[in-house]
T-cell receptor, first 109, second 113 residues
Framework: SQQGEEDPQALSIQEGENATMNCSYK?????LQWYRQNSGRGLVHLIL?????REKHSGRLRVTLDTSKKSSSLLITASRAADTASYFC?????????FGAGTRLTVKP | KAGVTQTPRYLIKTRGQQVTLSCSPI?????VSWYQQTPGQGLQFLFE???????NKGNFPGRFSGRQFSNSRSEMNVSTLELGDSALYLC????????????FGPGTRLTVL
């Protein structure tokens, strides 16, 4: 069963704009990760944030984590057409890794 | 370093048959996890192996099984295939537990007719 739920399910923006995706989860976690998947291919790890961290940056990516609200957000700044993909959050609660349903991001050139 | 490799990449089977999928992790990675991805259910965790031992198992029937060899390569087997088993099967490896950064293979696309 899935743990995380991404919001929105789909997002369409113009190149250069920022994209924000949200993830909510249900149980206590050790860490939360974000992955990207290009159509029908394997997932690529983007960033990991631990439960005792509140914000993390990696290049054009910014991730926040609010454990009190059991939610995380992924911000992609200055988006590019190559950022078009599905984005998933994944949570680790010591039992298994659970992925959300994903946000389908389309960046129009 | 070579990435995670999965074989075969595509597979077509008929109902009732069984199938074995293979995954070779990144050299040095001891944890291998398997996931099933379908449009309806999304990414579902199947199981995780570490040093030839199954550490965690997702909520799948016993028709789904796996194993890991001493060189960390892993196989998963699905017996008595059903139409609903059609999916992309993804393997991921990591250094320690699966809860660290995982490196995914390209997947095996299984179609059950």
């Amino acid at each position: 069963s899935q743990q995380g739920e991404e919001d929105p399910q789909a997002l369409s923006i113009q190149e250069g704009e920022n994209a924000t995706m949200n993830c909510s989860y249900k149980t206590s976690i050790n860490n939360l990760q974000w992955y990207r998947q290009n159509s029908g291919r394997g997932l690529v790890h983007l960033i990991l944030i631990r439960s005792n961290e509140r914000e993390k940056h990696s290049g054009r990516l910014r991730v926040t984590l609010d454990t009190s609200k059991k939610s995380s957000s992924l911000l992609i700044t200055a988006s590019r057409a190559a950022d078009t993909a599905s984005y998933f959050c994944a949570t680790d609660d010591n039992n298994d890794m659970r992925f959300g349903a994903g946000t389908r991001l389309t960046v129009k050139p | 370093k070579a990435g995670v490799t999965q074989t075969p990449r595509y597979l077509i089977k008929t109902r009732g048959q069984q199938v074995t999928l293979s995954c070779s992790p990144i050299s040095g990675h001891r944890s291998v996890s398997w996931y099933q991805q379908t449009p309806g259910q999304g990414l579902q965790f199947l199981f995780e192996y570490f040093s030839e031992t199954q550490r965690n198992k997702g909520n799948f029937p016993g028709r789904f099984s796996g194993r890991q060899f001493s060189n960390s390569r892993s196989e998963m087997n699905v017996s008595t295939l059903e139409l609903g088993d059609s999916a992309l099967y993804l393997c991921a490896s990591s250094l320690g537990r699966a809860y660290n950064e995982q490196f995914f293979g390209p997947g095996t696309r299984l179609t059950v007719l």
